[in-house]
């Protein structure tokens, strides 16, 4: 099985600031990762597939880059509403998950 | 709009059976693949199953094959996952998700996804 490692394990920023999360795997997926952010209380919602497509209606300041085991979710100028766990899925070789990276906004 | 509403919370006793249920609706049910993802307290999503309602094609992840069983009924398109024995490790939250694949044969992502069924199984 593929494990994906997430880091870090929270991120604390205040708003228009820069996040940079990171997914690892522990084998080479190619381009087949997924991102999901999930705020409390509510299902997850995809934002990004094939490492850096944005899904429908993600706005611009999400985006994705990587490929092999190293993987990046950038957050241009933070806003309150992006506090949410942010989740890393890759879809190479099964389907497994990373364990999350929280995302507080001061 | 892709929508998928799920079953309410189920309160349930170890040793007792358990279905529950998503409605599909906004796309062709039978030309989709539906499924199901675990999420334990505190704990990241787990894929558990996937059903083509098409052809009825089933795909079981190793850690849940045996556990739980998924099906679909296409003249009300909906999908259901199934314990025929709960436990109390079977407390969690679950969402019927859509599996998108870029292609055949590939692995894909899980786009939209319901709003989530909490399952308690406690004595």
């Known amino acids: 099985e593929i494990v994906m490692t997430q880091s870090p394990a929270t991120l604390s920023l205040s708003p228009g600031e820069r996040a940079t999360l990171s997914c690892r795997a522990s084998q080479s997926v190619s381009s087949n990762l997924a991102w999901y952010q999930q705020k409390p209380g509510q299902a997850p919602r995809l934002l990004i597939y094939?490492?850096?497509t944005r899904a429908t209606g993600i706005p611009a300041r999400f985006s994705g880059s990587g490929s092999g085991t190293e993987f990046t979710l950038t957050i241009t100028s933070l806003q309150s509403e992006d506090s949410a766990v942010y989740y890393c899925q890759q879809y190479s070789n099964g389907l497994t998950f990373g364990g999350g990276t929280t995302v507080e906004i001061k | 709009e892709v929508q998928l509403v799920q079953s309410g919370a189920e309160v349930k006793k170890p040793g007792e059976s358990l279905k529950i249920s998503c409605k599909a609706s906004?796309?062709?049910?039978?030309?989709?693949?539906i499924g199901w993802v675990r999420q334990m307290p505190g704990k990241g999503p787990e894929w558990m199953a996937i059903?083509?309602?098409?052809?009825?094609?089933?795909r079981y992840s190793p850690s849940f094959q045996g556990q739980v069983t998924i099906s679909a009924d296409k003249s009300i398109n909906t999908a259901y996952l199934q314990w025929s024995s709960l436990k109390a490790s079977d407390t969690a939250t679950y969402y019927c998700i859509n599996y998108r694949i870029p292609a055949p044969g590939r692995g894909g992502w899980f786009d939209p996804w319901g709003q989530g069924t909490l399952v308690t199984v406690s004595s």
């Open positions: 906004g796309y062709t049910f039978t030309n989709d693949w």
């Open positions: 059903i083509y309602p098409g052809d009825s094609d089933t």
């Open positions: 094939g490492a850096s």
